[in-house]
């Protein structure tokens, strides 16, 4: 299952959901779409969702595919997800500024997420790895304050790769 979420940003972001529907369907395809008004065809949809319910389906997917928020982000990660994320853009009106694209490049940077920056390359990003089981220990320095900020959060001592519910 591919799970999509655009958060609870006030602003649409139906660029990312243009490229959610336009994916090849070979697995169940679910999408909170928040103020978008695009809604996938044939996608199990939601306008916005509780914290409970988007790591229930967070923990169920194959992929996360989310904005790069932070706290969407964080919550993928916490779950054992490398997500894709897919940055807001001032320029389409979807964010204030480019916060968003800085925050996915430093996380690219560090192997936690796999970023795309253009929707239209979204299909591509959905082929590999999406788990964390494969992030090294010693991923670099963003990878440890995570870590660090995850088991302080949490009150767990783990890697990334073994965080669990």
Do not use: C, W
């Amino acid at each position: 299952m591919i799970f999509v979420t655009v958060g609870t940003n006030e602003a649409p972001f139906d660029r990312l959901l243009r490229a959610a529907a336009d994916l090849p369907r070979t697995e169940e395809l679910v999408v909170q779409y928040g103020s978008s008004s695009v809604r996938p065809a044939d996608a199990v949809t939601f306008d916005f969702l509780s914290f409970d319910r988007v790591v229930e389906h967070m923990r169920r997917a194959r992929v996360v595919v989310t904005h790069a928020g932070v706290g969407s982000t964080l919550v993928a990660l916490a779950n054992g997800k490398k997500p894709v994320v897919v940055p807001r853009l001032k320029s389409f009106g979807e964010a204030v500024d480019d916060h968003q694209l800085f925050f996915g490049r430093r996380f690219a940077g560090a192997g936690l997420v796999t970023l795309v920056e253009s929707p239209l390359a979204l299909e591509d990003a959905l082929d590999g790895e999406h788990s964390l089981t494969a992030l090294k220990h010693g991923a670099g320095p963003l990878a440890l304050d995570l870590r660090r900020f995850l088991e302080e959060k949490t009150g767990r001592s783990t890697t990334l790769g073994a965080i669990s519910p």
